[in-house]
């Protein structure tokens, strides 16, 4: 198994533009996040999905869209980039159910926007 | 609200030092608490986890007890070594919130030979 993967590991963009990060994993796991780390700041959940055709809003989704076609994907879309979302993002996903079951992070996409 | 609390860093040590990373929780059920670790340039992996009251999670030498009564999940090692210079997160997992985990701002320890 990859695990959860992730695209691209680095990316620069000008302010107003526009990018899709990639996320994929291959465990046949319900639930996927989406992430960002800042300094000080810890992980601060941006959105989430509970299966294909299901998501949610996290704690700081605004200036992001998400959509879950398949239960393997999980794309996350910056519509028009700001220095402030300049970060590193994390995908990451695990099975539902049990309290106990492991969040699989990925590698990370360490984002600059100018 | 649900909240995570862990000590500010960042931890320096030297090896063999004994370790304990302060976590505390607010949470307004009965949650899972997880301790992650990430290694330079790299995402999070799991190090340990415990379920319910009194439960210890155990691995690598690292170990947490998650104590109910005070709200706390500390992470104790008895003799670091150079290679757990990391950057150590505290969560929790409430079953009534879906797929909503509560991070800690996450602590950086670095081992000196």
């Known amino acids: 198994n990859a695990g959860v993967t992730q695209t691209p590991k680095f990316q620069v963009l000008k302010t107003g533009q526009s990018m899709t990060l990639q996320c994929a994993q291959d465990m046949n796991h319900e639930y996927m996040s989406w992430y960002r780390q800042d300094p000080g700041m810890g992980l601060r959940l941006i959105h989430y999905s509970v299966g294909a055709g299901i998501t949610d809003q996290g704690e700081v989704p605004n200036g992001y869209n998400v959509s879950r076609s398949t239960t393997e994907d999980f794309p996350l879309r910056l519509l028009s980039a700001a220095p402030s979302q300049t970060s590193v993002y994390f995908c990451?996903?695990?099975?539902?159910?049990?309290?106990?079951?492991?969040?699989?992070f990925g590698p990370g996409t360490r984002l600059t926007v100018l | 609200g649900n909240s995570v609390t862990q000590m500010e860093g960042p931890v320096t040590l030297s090896e063999e030092a004994f370790l304990t990373i302060n976590c505390t929780y607010t949470?307004?059920?009965?949650?899972?608490l997880f301790w992650y670790v990430q290694y330079p340039g790299e995402g999070l992996q799991l190090l340990l986890k415990a379920t319910k009251a009194d439960d210890k999670g155990s691995n690598k030498g690292f170990e947490a007890t998650y104590r109910k009564e005070t709200t706390s999940f500390h992470l104790e090692k008895g003799s670091v070594q150079v290679s757990d210079s990391a950057v150590y997160f505290c969560a929790l997992l409430l079953s009534n919130t879906g797929n909503q985990f509560y991070f800690g701002t996450g602590t950086s320890l670095t081992v000196i030979p």
């Open positions: 990451a996903s695990r099975d539902a159910g049990t309290r106990g079951n492991e969040q699989f």
């Open positions: 949470a307004t059920g009965y949650p899972s």
